[in-house]
C-alpha cells in the first residue's frame, strides 16, 4: 500500500521535472481566482512604513484601486443613483479599504485580491440575487444595461473560463506525471477536441451540487471530498455526462475521504509556511507541490477503481495518460513522421541579408513575399514535425492514440505555432487592436465607476499605445525564449516592468512632476512606479499574448486580402502619428484623466496601463 510519504515524494519528482511549467499553470489559476485564494496576497500588502495619514491621503490623490469585482458587487448591492454618480457603497469602499485586520500591514484592494474575494465559496448566487434586487429597484436605462452586461460577463467568465480551469491545471499534472514534456498547447487541449462546452457543464454541475449541500450542516464537508476528482475525471475524459463524472467520483472516494482529508492535512506545514511569507513560498512552491502529490493520490485511486471494476471506472479510459505507449502501437499512428524522422527533410534556407536577421533574432519577417510565406510554411511543418517525433520517443503524450480524436478537429486551433514569424502588417494590426482594446477598457471600466464618459488615454485617439506596445516588444525581444514557457514570463515580467517604469519616469518628467500613476502604497513597489501585482500581469498577460491571442490573429490576418490589410494599416499609421503631433500641443488632460482629487478610484489592471 502507497503511503502519504511515497505520494510526495513522487509528487516531488513530478515537480522537479516540470518546475517551470507547473508553476506557471499554478500562478494562472491564481491570478484568474481558479484555485489558490489567497496565495496572491503579497501583492496587495500596504508599505508598513507609511502613516495612516499618508495612507488616507493617498486615497484621493494616488492611483490606487478597485478591482472590477468591487465595481459589479457596488452597483448590484446598491443601485446607481438616478443622475449616474457613483453609489455611495462604492465611494465609502474606496475610502475605507486600506484598513484591515493583519497585524502591521494594511491590504488594499488590487484586480487580484478581489477576483479572489469575489470567487469565494457562496459569492456567485450571492451575486446573483444582488443584481436582481438593483434591476428591480431601478428605472434607469444605463444601470439596467449595466446591471444585465455585468452579470452576463460575470457569469460567462467564471463558468467558462474560471471553473473550468480546474480541469485544465488537473490536465496539465497529469500529462506531467508520466511524461518528460508538457507542451504548451496541451493549455489549449479542450478547445482542440471540441470539448470546452462539455466540460464547463460537468464542473458548473458539480459546483451547483456542492453548493446545495453546503446549505447543510455537515453536508458541504463530506461533499467536497466526495466531489473532489471531479476535475481529474473530467480531464482524463471530457466525453462522459456530468451525472457519470459527478457519480464516479462519489464511488471512487468511497471509504476514502477521512484519508484524504488526513493527506490535505498533512501540508499544512508548508502553507504556513506559506502564510509567514505572504502567499510567496506558496506561488512558487507548496502550490505546485501540493496539486502534483493529489495527483499522484487520484492516479492511486484510479487504479483500484479499475482493479475493483468499480461501476464507471470503464470510463476512465485514457490508458497513455498513465503508461507510455507500446513503440508499435506509436509506429502506426505515427508511421508518416518515422519516415521524416528517417530521412529528415533538407535544412530550411535560411532568408538572406536584413531579412534573415530580423526573421532569427526577432521573428519579424520584413516582407510578405512568396520567398517569405515558402519560408515560414516549411519552418512551421519543421516545428510540428519535431512537436510530433516527440510523441513517436515517448516524450510527450501521444495525442494521436487518444480516444477523442485531437487532429485536425479545429484548424484554427492546431495551427496555433506559437515559434512563428510575424509580418510587419499583423505586427501593426496586433499593436492596434491591443491598443484600442486597452482604450476600451479603460472607458468602459470608468463609465461603471464614475457614471462619466471619459476619454482614459493620454492621446485624444481610441487608444492606449502601452497596451500594444508592450504586447509587440515581448513578441519581437523575446522571440528567442519562446520555446521556454517559464524564460518567456520572467522575460515579460523584466521587459514590462522595467517598460511601465521608464514610462511612468519619463511621463512625469515631461509634466513637471506630474504623477499618472503611484503604486507607493503597496509593500513590493519601485519608487511607486511599478508593484508585484502589476509585474504577475504582465508575465501572464504576456503569455497570453505570445501563446494564444497573437498566433490566432495572425491565422486570420494571413487569409485577409493583403491589400486592404496593408491599406488598413497605413491609414491607422497615418492617423496615430497625426493625433501623436496634435497631442503635443493638446495633451489630453482633465477630470477622469490626470484631476486624480476628483477620479474615483479604478480597476489596478486599468492603471497599470492608463497613460502612455
Known amino acids: 500500500m502507497i503511503t502519504r510519504k511515497e505520494l510526495k515524494k513522487k509528487g516531488r519528482l513530478s515537480l522537479k521535472k516540470h518546475y517551470l511549467i507547473f508553476v506557471a499553470a499554478c500562478l494562472i489559476s491564481a491570478f484568474l481566482a481558479s484555485e489558490f485564494k489567497g496565495s496572491l496576497n503579497f501583492s496587495t500588502l500596504q508599505n508598513p512604513s507609511r502613516t495612516m495619514e499618508e495612507d488616507e491621503l493617498n486615497v484621493t490623490v494616488s492611483k490606487r484601486s ?35 485586520n493583519t497585524p502591521g500591514f494594511h491590504q488594499i484592494h488590487g484586480i487580484l485580491a478581489n477576483t479572489v474575494n469575489q470567487s469565494s465559496s457562496g459569492s456567485l448566487p450571492v451575486t446573483i440575487a444582488a443584481a436582481a434586487n438593483s434591476l428591480a429597484n431601478t428605472t ?20 467558462f473560463v474560471q471553473n473550468t480551469y480546474l480541469v485544465i491545471l488537473r490536465r496539465i499534472f497529469l500529462e506531467g506525471h508520466t511524461y518528460d514534456h508538457v507542451p504548451m498547447p496541451r493549455f489549449l487541449y479542450l478547445m482542440r477536441i471540441k470539448k470546452w462546452m462539455k466540460a464547463s457543464w460537468i464542473m458548473l454541475a458539480a459546483y451547483l451540487c456542492q453548493l446545495l449541500w453546503n446549505l447543510t450542516l455537515v453536508g458541504g464537508i463530506v461533499k467536497h471530498y466526495s466531489y473532489m476528482l471531479v476535475p481529474y475525471i473530467t480531464a482524463e475524459n471530457p466525453d462522459m455526462t456530468a451525472r457519470q463524472a459527478i457519480t464516479l467520483s462519489r464511488r471512487m472516494m468511497r471509504g476514502h475521504k477521512w484519508e484524504c482529508f488526513i493527506f490535505e492535512m498533512s501540508f499544512i506545514g508548508w502553507q504556513l509556511l506559506g502564510l509567514a511569507s505572504f502567499g510567496i513560498f506558496n506561488v512558487i512552491y507548496t502550490n505546485p507541490y501540493k496539486i502534483a502529490s493529489f495527483t499522484e493520490y487520484y492516479v492511486r485511486l484510479r487504479s ?34 518515422l519516415d521524416i524522422m528517417e530521412n529528415p527533410s533538407p535544412e530550411i534556407p535560411r532568408l538572406p541579408g536584413i531579412r534573415g536577421f530580423f526573421s532569427r533574432n526577432f521573428g519579424i519577417l520584413l516582407f510578405w513575399r512568396d520567398e517569405e510565406k515558402e519560408y515560414e510554411r516549411l519552418q512551421a511543418l519543421q516545428i510540428k514535425n519535431q512537436e510530433l517525433s516527440q510523441a513517436v520517443k515517448g516524450l510527450v503524450y501521444p495525442t494521436r492514440l487518444y480516444h477523442i480524436p485531437e487532429e485536425k478537429k479545429r484548424r484554427q486551433i492546431e495551427s496555433l505555432h506559437y515559434r512563428r514569424q510575424y509580418s510587419i502588417w499583423s505586427l501593426l494590426v496586433i499593436f492596434f487592436g491591443l491598443s484600442c482594446f486597452g482604450w476600451l477598457w479603460e472607458v468602459v471600466l470608468h463609465l461603471i465607476t464614475s457614471g462619466e464618459l471619459v476619454n482614459r488615454g493620454s492621446m485624444n485617439g481610441p487608444w492606449v499605445p502601452i497596451y500594444g506596445a508592450a504586447s509587440v516588444l515581448i513578441l519581437t525581444l523575446l522571440y528567442r525564449l519562446r520555446k521556454n514557457p517559464g524564460a518567456e514570463f520572467f522575460a515579460a515580467v523584466l521587459l514590462c516592468g522595467s517598460l511601465e517604469y521608464i514610462t511612468s519616469l519619463v ?39 505570445v501563446y494564444i491571442l497573437a498566433p490566432l490573429a495572425d491565422n486570420f490576418l494571413r487569409e485577409a486580402d493583403r491589400d486592404l490589410l496593408r491599406l488598413l494599416c497605413i491609414l491607422l499609421t497615418a492617423a496615430f502619428c497625426l493625433d501623436l503631433g496634435y497631442t503635443y500641443f493638446h495633451p489630453n488632460e482633465g477630470k477622469g484623466i490626470t484631476d486624480t482629487e476628483t477620479v474615483p478610484a479604478i480597476s489596478r489592471s486599468s492603471e497599470d496601463f492608463s497613460k502612455s
Open 66 to 100: 478597485i478591482g472590477w469585482q468591487d465595481v459589479f458587487q457596488a452597483v448590484f448591492t446598491n443601485s446607481l443613483e438616478k443622475d449616474g454618480q457613483l453609489s455611495r457603497q462604492l465611494k465609502d469602499t474606496a475610502a475605507t479599504q486600506s484598513v484591515e
Open 140 to 159: 434607469n436605462p444605463g444601470v439596467i444595461l449595466l446591471l444585465l452586461a455585468g452579470t452576463g460577463s460575470m457569469l460567462a467568465f467564471w463558468i
Open 304 to 337: 483500484q477503481a479499475i482493479e475493483n471494476h468499480l461501476p464507471l471506472s470503464e470510463l476512465l479510459s485514457d490508458t497513455y495518460l498513465y503508461e507510455k505507449a507500446d513503440p508499435l502501437d506509436l509506429m502506426e499512428k505515427y508511421v508518416d513522421i
Open 507 to 545: 511621463m512625469e518628467i515631461a509634466t513637471d512632476g506630474t504623477k499618472w500613476w503611484d503604486y507607493s502604497s503597496y509593500l513590493l513597489n519601485l519608487n511607486g512606479r511599478v508593484c508585484a501585482e502589476g509585474l504577475l500581469v504582465f508575465g501572464v498577460g504576456g503569455l497570453t499574448v
